[in-house]
């Protein structure tokens, strides 16, 4: 038995202890107990209901395609902050000249959830302010005067982002 499964089973315990509700002191008392441990050792309750018993999923975020480096930094925010954890998985098939990546997260199935609704929230916010920057600029006129102005945004979008 690991000591993080010593812990986990300590506060169990406490926590039951202080479900029974016989002496309201000593069922304070380790509920108390129980949440200092918690927060010392940085635990929530869906660790201790749900250990052991969920299954990691994978989703995946795009199609196979060219991949953009926004789209990197972007899923690399949303896995830090969110429990998940991504990768970029490769494939070709024999009649392409270009190799297709995707975006592929894995973790726990409501992490898992919750951070491709995030990913595709950010990515519709980012867009939308990046255009509504765009156009109260000067008028670019031509498109990479457009896609530097695009990009300089997502730029300060991922430094606000990180904080």
Do not use: C
């Amino acid at each position: 038995m690991s000591v993080n499964d010593k812990i986990l089973d300590k506060i169990k315990n406490l926590l039951t202890l202080a479900e029974d509700g016989n002496n309201d002191e000593e069922s304070q008392t380790a509920l108390l107990m129980a949440q200092k441990l918690m927060l010392k050792y940085k635990i929530s309750q869906n660790d201790l209901s749900s250990r052991g018993k969920q299954e990691i999923v994978i989703r995946s975020l795009s199609v196979y395609k060219r991949i953009f480096w926004w789209e990197k930094v972007l899923v690399k925010i949303i896995a830090d902050n969110f429990r998940v954890m991504f990768y970029i998985q490769s494939h070709r098939l024999p009649y392409q000249k270009n190799v297709g990546r995707k975006l592929v997260l894995m973790g726990y199935p409501e992490d898992v959830d919750l951070a491709y609704e995030m990913f595709y929230l950010a990515e519709d916010a980012m867009k939308f302010y990046a255009s509504q920057y765009i156009n109260g600029q000067v008028r670019p006129k031509t498109a990479s005067q457009k896609s530097r102005l695009r990009k300089t945004y997502y730029q300060g979008f991922f430094r606000w982002a990180k904080g």
